[in-house]
C-alpha cells in the first residue's frame, strides 16, 4: 500500500511570494524520510503541498509536478479531497474533534469514505488504536472525549485517525514539537513501526530526532530572510550526519547557524 | 440573559512585588474600585431583575383574584366586564406559534448566511454582506411592520392560496376565510426576517472562532467543504447556534409594533395559520393598554408576566441545552 513519491520542478506561493523554489525528490516507499531546516525555510509548506493542503491557504498556488506512483496529484482531473484520502496528514498542534469521542475520532474518516461496513467500524477502530500504541490507554474509556487526553496520547489519537483509512503515504508535520519527551519517545517508536506499512514524511526542528527516526533526510535552506526556501541536498541520513555533500548542512547540524 | 455568570467573586488580588508584602491592600485602590464597580454592577442588574418580578407580580396578584374565568385557559380577554373576565389561552398560542414559525424559518437561513460569509464567500463579497445583515438589525421594527403590512401582506395572498391549494390537507393551511394575508403565518413570515439579523450575526461570530486546526484536521482526513462544516465548523459553534436562536426567539416572542401592525387581531384560537386572528401577548398589550382602565391595565400586566416566565424559561432552557455537553465544547482547542 504504501507508495513512492516522485517530486520535480515543484514551487509553491502564498500570492505572489515565492515559499519554495524548484524542489525535485525522490521519496522512497516504506520509509522514513525526515525535513530539517531553519525556520521559514518552507519544509512545512513542502509537506502541506504533498496532500494539496498548501491550497487551502488563501493565496496558496503550487507549480511543478507530484507522481504517486505515476499519478500527478496536481493532475487536470484530480480531486483534492481524493489526494488527501491517500495521502495522510499529523500536524504540529495535536487536534482531535473536541466535539467527538475517542472512538469517534478514529472513526471519522472511515464514515467520510463511506468505504466501510458497519459492523467493521469498531475492528479498523481498535486496529488502528492498538497501531497507534494507545489502544491499552484508552480501550475503557472510548466514549470519552478526546480532548480529555493528555498531549501525547492526543497525538497518538490524531495517528490512530489518520491510519485508521489506509493511506499510502502519512506526512508529520513537526509531530513531537508541542509534546514532553516521554511522549515524544512514545511518537518516535511509533513511527518506527510505522514505516513497515506506510511512506512516512516528518517535518522536524530536532535535529535528534531526525537522526533516529529517519533513513533518509533532506535540508533546506533559504539564501536569506524573504527568499524561497530550496532543497540544499537529500541523502541517507547517516551520510548527512556524518559527511554531508554541501558545506551548508554540516554548518546547520553541527550548530554553526540556524 | 447571563445573570448567573455576571456575579462570579473576583479573585483576591495579587500581592505585587516583595516591596509591598507588608502593606497588603492599601496599595491596590485601584484593584478595590474595581471590585466595588463589578460587585456593584452585578448586585444591580439582580435588584432590578427583582423589581420588575415583584412588580409584575403584585400587580397580577391583583388581577388574577378578581378573575372570574380561568387565567391560563380562557380565550375571552374582558376585564372590563361584569363580572370581569380574561384569559391569556389565545395569547399564549398566537406568541408561541408565530414564534415558532419565526424560528423555522429564521434559524436554517440564517446559519446558511453566517456559514457563507464565514467560510465561503471569497471576503470582497463577505465583508459587505455581513455589513448589510448589519443594516437589517438597525431597521425599527415599526418599519419592519409597516413594509410588512404595506408590501408583505398583498404579496402573501399568492402564496396563501397556493399552499391552500396543495398543502391545504394538512390542516393548519387550509384557508377558511377570503380575508387578506393578516394572520399568523404571516406574522410569523415578517419575525423571521426581524430576527435574521441577530441570529446571522451570533452564529457567524461563532463560526469565525471555529479554530483553524480542527477544520484542517477534518480537510486531512479528505473531508469535503460541507464535510468539513459538519466535523469541525458546526459543532463547533453549536452552543452558539443556540444562543443565537434564543436571543432571537426571545426577540420574536416580545415584538410587538410589527406584529401589531401586520395582525389582524381576534381571540380566537385556529390551528388554521392562513386564517386571519389570532394575537399575542405584546401585541395585545399594545393594542388595549391606552384604552384600558387599572383594572384593564393589571389584567395586561398579568399577562406580561406570563411572557416573562417563558421568557426565562427559554433562556433557562438554552443554558441547560449548552451546559449539558460542557466537556465536548472545545475548551481545549
Known sequence: MAKRIDISGLSAYYGNHKAIDDISMTVEPRSVTAFIGPSGCGKSTFLRTLNRMHEVTPGGRVEGKVLLDDENLYGKDVDPVAVRRTVGMVFQRPNPFPTMSIFDNVAAGLRLNHSYKKNKLAEVVEKSLRGANLWN??????????????????????????????????????????????????????????????TIVIVTHNMQQAARVSDRTAFFNLAAIGQPGKLVEIDDTERIFSNPSVQATEDYISGRFG | MDIATQTTSPSPPSSGPETTLASKGSSHAGDRVFLALSRGSGITLLVIMAAIAAFLTYRTGLAVSKDEANFLTSSEWNPAGDPPVFGIAVLLFGTIVS??????????????????????????????????????????????????????????????????????????????????????????????????????????????????????AALALGATRWEVMRMSVLPFGRSGIISASMLGLGRALGETMAVAVVLSPSFIISGRLLDPGGGTFAQNIAAKFNEADEFGRDALIASGLVLFVITLLVNGAARWIIGRRKEYSGANA
Not at chain 1, 490524531?158 to 513537526?174: K, T
Not at chain 2, 404579496?155 to 390542516?171: E, P, S
Not at chain 2, 394572520?183 to 413570515?189: A, D, R
Open chain 2, 99 to 216: 414564534s415558532i414559525i419565526a424560528m423555522a424559518i429564521a434559524v436554517p437561513v440564517a446559519i446558511g448566511i453566517a456559514l457563507f460569509i464565514s467560510h465561503y464567500a471569497p471576503r470582497r463579497l463577505a465583508t459587505p454582506l455581513a455589513y448589510i445583515v448589519d443594516l437589517l438589525a438597525a431597521v425599527p421594527s415599526i418599519i419592519f411592520g409597516l413594509w410588512g403590512a404595506v408590501f408583505l401582506v398583498p404579496y402573501l395572498d399568492g402564496l396563501n392560496q397556493w399552499l391552500d391549494t396543495y398543502l391545504g390537507w394538512t390542516y393548519i393551511f387550509d384557508k377558511t376565510s377570503d380575508g387578506v394575508a393578516r394572520n399568523l403565518f404571516t406574522v410569523g413570515i415578517l419575525l423571521a426576517i426581524m430576527i435574521l439579523p441577530i441570529v446571522t450575526n451570533v452564529t457567524r461570530e461563532v463560526f469565525l472562532q471555529s479554530p483553524k486546526m480542527h477544520e484542517e
Open chain 1, 137 to 198: 490507554e484508552v480501550k475503557d474509556r472510548l466514549n470519552k472525549p478526546g480532548s480529555g487526553l493528555s498531549g501525547g496520547q492526543q497525538q497518538r489519537l490524531c495517528i490512530a485517525r489518520a491510519i485508521a483509512v489506509e493511506p499510502q503515504v502519512l506526512l508529520m508535520d513537526e509531530p513531537c514539537s508541542a509534546l514532553d519527551p516521554i511522549s515524544t519517545l512514545a511518537i518516535e517508536d511509533l513511527i518506527g513501526e510505522l514505516k513497515e506499512r506506510f
